[in-house]
């Protein structure tokens, strides 16, 4: 799994803040993470983004670690259907994540903590659109509570 441990909490206290870890497809939305990021567009600084060579890449284990370590959502971004480099990388990350939807929602967490996006590496405006999106519903969903403290979040995203 690509290293959780480089990524730290946004907020170690105060008013609930979401932590949302992000699987940003290489050749594409973690461009366009980067393209907003020069284009001084401005996202919530909510999400701890992990570089995936495709998002087909993105194991169903790597969301439930990241949920089980404390993430309160998980965002997935790749490339447009048809424009994946690797062919069908995205559609069997589409495949994965309505499996993993059906199983998070029988387990209780609600929909909202869990998404897949296709944004390209020219869509600064939609990484920006969509991540405090996503923020600002998992905030009003408050914390995913699977008993797992905020410092050990900290300390394993460190
Ligand atoms: S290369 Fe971007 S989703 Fe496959």
Redesign the pocket.
Known sequence: MPELVQISSPVEEGPFEPRIVAFF?N??TYLAADLAGTSRLKYAPNIRVIRV????RVDPQFILDALAKGADGVLIG??HPGD???QE??YK?YRRVVVLKRMLHDWGIEEDRFRLEWISAAEGDKVRTVVNDMVEKVRALGPLKLGVPQEEFAEEMA
């Open positions: 497809c050749w594409c060579m495709c998002s087909g790749g490339c994946c480099h690797y990388g995205n990350a």
